[in-house]
T-cell receptor, first 111, second 116 residues
């Protein structure tokens, strides 16, 4: 059983549509990170959220950390084909220093 | 541009062979990690090292060993490869401490291993 559950597992949308990816846990996390992995490459960090309730924006991507620090979401506005990839959430649970990873959400944006 | 380099992008080995996966980072990071990535399972930690010659087991260490003789290099060894070790292997590094940026992983491009 994974500590971080991501949903949905797959998401296929048309260019210009919006999408949201969820990352949930029953455990409290010190922080949460979001990575994007493109085919044939390793994951690349997009953002780290640290404070409960924090919202961070990265161009068309909005990241939110839940008030209780047990969940996070990634919202993409007006998705573009360049947003295609595997999105992974990860974080160290409280009292641990090792990262736990979600299984990932594969996002496909069709032109 | 800082990076983590995995020397072999694709390998095909036979069951029972010894396999070495090499990883080098140029960021002077203290921590280095080996993960395997399988569809639907995400990234699972095999081993990590927080200093030269130091190592700790991750969540799935069985069938693997590691070596860290120099700070910049972390090797993953499969003593006797088996078909269930066919996977994508990702090396990563991070700095230590509690400052912003600590515990953030920089990944290599991955090594896809097929064991026949």
């Amino acid at each position: 059983t994974q500590l971080l559950e991501q949903s949905p597992q797959f998401l296929s949308i048309q260019e210009g549509e919006n999408l949201t990816v969820y990352c949930n846990s029953s455990s409290v996390f010190s922080s949460l990170q979001w990575y994007r992995q493109e085919p044939g490459e390793g994951p690349v960090l997009l953002v780290t959220v640290v404070t409960g309730g924090e919202v961070k924006k990265l161009k068309r991507l909005t990241f939110q950390f839940g008030d209780a620090r047990k969940d996070s979401s990634l919202h993409i506005t007006a998705a573009q084909p360049g947003d295609t990839g595997l999105y992974l959430c990860a974080g160290p649970p409280i009292n641990d220093y090792k990262l736990s990873f979600g299984a990932g959400t594969t996002v496909t944006v069709r032109a | 541009d800082v990076k983590v380099t995995q020397s072999s992008r694709y390998l095909v080995k036979r069951t029972g062979e010894k396999v070495f996966l090499e990883c080098v980072q140029d960021m002077d990071h203290e921590n280095m990690f080996w993960y395997r990535q399988d569809p639907g399972l995400g990234l699972r930690l095999i081993y990590f090292s927080y200093d030269v010659k130091m190592k700790e087991k991750g969540d799935i260490p069985e069938g693997y060993s590691v070596s860290r003789e120099k700070k910049e290099r972390f090797s993953l060894i499969l003593e006797s490869a088996s078909t269930n070790q066919t996977s994508m292997y990702l090396c990563a590094s991070s700095t230590s401490g509690y400052l912003a940026g600590a515990n953030v992983l920089t990944f290599g491009a991955g090594s896809r291993l097929t064991v026949l």
